[in-house]
């Protein structure tokens, strides 16, 4: 079992920066790939970024390429995503996940609660 807590959230204006955290609960942290996936309302869940277990291949969704950035600290069971240049179509809840080895990419086993990012022009 792995549980997840984000934090970091908030309101900030177009063009500032925000920095996601996740913590995670267990002692088998740095087995999971790690994402960052986000819900607009009215719209589905997108990717954002994801992580290998070891910190050593990242991934981003295309509008999060040269913006966002996903990195981890196993020592501290922790997930980060530092967001800049934001966008008010950044707007959404972000929700950080874990996949274990086993399940297939894109699905993930644990989610976090979710912590809002609202970007105002």
């Known amino acids: 079992q792995v549980q997840l807590v984000e934090s970091g959230g908030g309101l900030v204006q177009a063009g500032g920066s925000l920095r996601l955290s996740c913590a995670a609960s267990?002692?088998?942290?740095?087995?999971?790939?790690m994402g960052w996936l986000r819900q607009a309302p009215g719209k589905e869940r997108e990717f954002v970024a994801a992580?290998?277990?070891?910190?050593?291949?990242?991934y981003y969704e295309d509008s999060a390429k040269g913006r966002f950035t996903i990195s981890r600290d196993n020592a501290k069971n922790t997930v980060y995503l530092q967001m800049n240049s934001l966008k008010p179509e950044d707007t959404a809840v972000y929700y950080c996940a874990a996949r274990s080895e086993a399940t297939m990419p894109g699905e993930y086993d644990y989610w976090g609660q979710g912590t809002q990012v609202t970007v105002s022009s």
């Open positions: 267990g002692r088998t942290f740095s087995s999971y790939d």
């Open positions: 992580i290998s277990w070891s910190g050593s291949k990242t």
